[in-house]
């Protein structure tokens, strides 16, 4: 027993270290002016589940993290996605091939969660998955929304998740990239890679990348 209890405390010990590792990465301001117009990109807008492995540019990532769920008025009250009652309950992180991170919003930064590469979490059940080179992984925090009922709150956490989902198909269908949202990720150790709270639940993912 006091061997398991070493044998956990040390990959406790290893995943803050591995975490540490990794640097956070600036992101860009968000080039506004990118992309086709709002009809065509909803023209364009479909699922796809081939992607090619070519890394997204720092501007890509930065404009794809913006437009999901960043702030949009100059007086930051404001997102790109709305929320139930403005809870802003949705929180976006991105999984990279050398880690995960957490999109902070706020400063418009990607802050390290784990290193290692955990797409085939995010992939579960369709492997192929993993080769994209980002994958968005969206988390709604129940604690944020205000209602008793759990049931109630599900409701709203899938609605506030469902319009980050369309804000990132929009996005990729507008600037050249794919997408598929999903439901589908390996629940059980993907909450452990990301250190989620139990007020935190794994509602969508998002591959995204370039068309193979």
């Given amino acids: 027993m006091k061997s398991f209890s070493l044998i956990v405390m040390s990959a406790m010990l290893w995943s803050e270290v591995s975490a540490q590792e990794l640097k956070p990465i600036p992101l860009n301001a968000p080039d506004k002016t990118r992309g086709v117009n709002i009809m065509k990109a909803l023209e364009l807008r479909s699922s796809e589940r081939n992607f090619s492995e070519i890394k997204l540019t720092l501007q890509e990532l930065s404009d794809l993290a913006w437009a999901a769920n960043g702030i949009n008025r100059p007086d930051k009250s404001g997102r790109t996605a709305p929320s139930s009652m403005n809870a802003q309950d949705v929180d976006v992180y991105v999984i990279l091939a050398e880690g995960a991170y957490f999109y902070d919003f706020r400063q418009q930064v990607l802050n390290p969660v784990a290193a290692g590469d955990h797409r085939k979490l995010v992939a579960d059940r369709q492997p192929e998955m993993a080769v994209a080179p980002v994958m968005l992984v969206l988390v709604s925090d129940f604690s944020r929304l205000k209602d008793n009922d759990d049931n ?61």
Avoid: W, Y
């Fill in 152 to 212: 109630v709150k599900m409701t709203k956490a899938c609605m506030d998740v469902g319009t980050v989902s369309q804000n990132i198909s929009l996005f990729c269908s507008g600037t050249g990239l794919v997408t598929v949202p999903r439901a589908s990720m390996n629940q059980i150790e993907l909450r452990k890679v990301l250190q989620l709270k139990e007020s935190q639940k794994l509602i969508m993912n998002h591959p995204v990348g370039h068309k193979k």
